[in-house]
């Protein structure tokens, strides 16, 4: 069974500090990792994706993906309130097929 | 900027019914896909849809679903005879030759009573 996990959280951090979001999987074969994001009621929204080892980062996003410990992560830094929400990863393998993990929901406190 | 559009954003249906939820993915996108999210649980996969045929379903479809492009535009989903469980937000997701980014709709929230 392969399976995407997460922390549910809540992650709760201060105003213009750095969030610390984290993945792991268990198949070995998925080669692409996506962060989505997903406020309360509505769908996912894509904010990275990440392809191969080490970092990739778009505005105060990064994305880390080590695939020897199977790991993914995404960094936000200088959190603002309206980026509480739930972080979603998502792992493809093979076919275009997504696996969510359950989500990590992320408060930043003003 | 083009986006996954679904219809109706709400649908309550008592037991038994029968349900189709419609999807227009992005114009220019050949991998169709549903995606179902019971309340504060994860997204799960439910079926991918390419050249006019089921690529892979997972085991939440049954034979109870059918998926179908019955034009140029739409996807649908039908479920044929609904049960309690069947309460979901349900997504419809789409994305275009050599690109696996998947773009999701805003949902459609099945309540069946």
Not at chain 1, 80 to 99: E, H, M
Not at chain 2, 74 to 89: Q, V
Request: aromatic share 12%.
């Amino acid at each position: 069974q392969k399976e995407v996990e997460q922390n549910s959280g809540p992650l709760s951090v201060p105003e213009g500090a750095i969030a610390s979001l984290n993945c792991t999987y268990s198949d070995r074969g998925s080669q692409s990792f996506f962060w989505y994001r997903q406020y309360s009621g509505k769908s996912p929204e894509l904010i990275m994706s990440i392809y191969s080892n080490g970092d990739k980062e778009d505005g105060r996003f990064t994305a880390q993906l080590n695939k020897a410990s199977q790991y993914v992560s995404l960094l936000i830094r200088d959190s603002q309130p309206s980026d509480s929400a739930t972080y979603l990863c998502a792992g493809v393998s093979g076919t275009y097929k997504y696996i969510f993990g359950t989500g990590t929901r992320l408060k930043v406190l003003a | 900027e083009p986006e996954v559009t679904q219809t109706p954003s709400h649908q309550v249906t008592q037991m038994g019914q029968e349900v189709i939820l419609r999807c227009v993915p992005i114009s220019n996108h050949l991998y169709f896909y549903w995606y179902r999210q019971i309340l504060g649980q994860k997204v799960e996969f439910l079926v991918s849809f390419y050249n006019n045929e089921i690529s892979e379903k997972s085991e939440i479809f049954d034979d109870q679903f059918s998926v179908e492009r019955p034009d140029g535009s739409n996807f649908t989903l039908k479920i044929r005879s609904t049960k309690l469980e069947d309460s979901a937000m349900y997504f419809c997701a789409s994305n275009g030759v050599g690109d696996i980014k998947q773009y999701f709709g805003p949902g459609t929230r099945l309540t069946v009573t």
